[in-house]
């Protein structure tokens, strides 16, 4: 979380989560397509909105991660919850920004 605040993304992962992005978009339709055209009708979105909303994937940069990452990532303030069988140093393992 501090690199990706710190650093611009590489070209290289900025189109493989690109290509995540858009593919995996397109294949939520293959799986849900009436239900997408009903959330689409009820919140009344322009006509064209999906086909922009992809445009709009593909046109982050580097440069737009940055920003937005030290926009709402903070890892001061980040929370941890655990369930299941851990102890204490386990959890405290989980967050080095907080290790004791």
């Known amino acids: 979380m501090r690199r990706i605040r710190s650093e611009r993304v590489s070209d290289e ?3 493989l989560v690109r290509q995540y992005l ?3 978009f397109v294949l939520g339709f293959e799986r849900a397509p009436m239900r997408i ?3 689409n009708a009820e919140a009344r979105l322009p006509d ?3 086909d922009q ?3 709009d994937l593909r046109a ?3 440069e737009d991660v940055l920003v937005c990452a030290r926009a709402v990532l903070h890892p001061e303030a980040l929370c941890v919850a655990a ?3 851990l102890d204490e140093s386990e959890v405290r393992d989980a967050r080095p920004w907080q290790a004791a």
Do not use: D, F, I, R
């Open 22 to 24: 858009t593919g995996s």
């Open 37 to 39: 055209v009903a959330v």
């Open 13 to 15: 992962e900025l189109h």
């Open 60 to 62: 982050v940069e580097a």
């Open 53 to 55: 909303l992809l445009a």
């Open 48 to 50: 064209g909105h999906l």
């Open 83 to 85: 369930a299941g069988p």
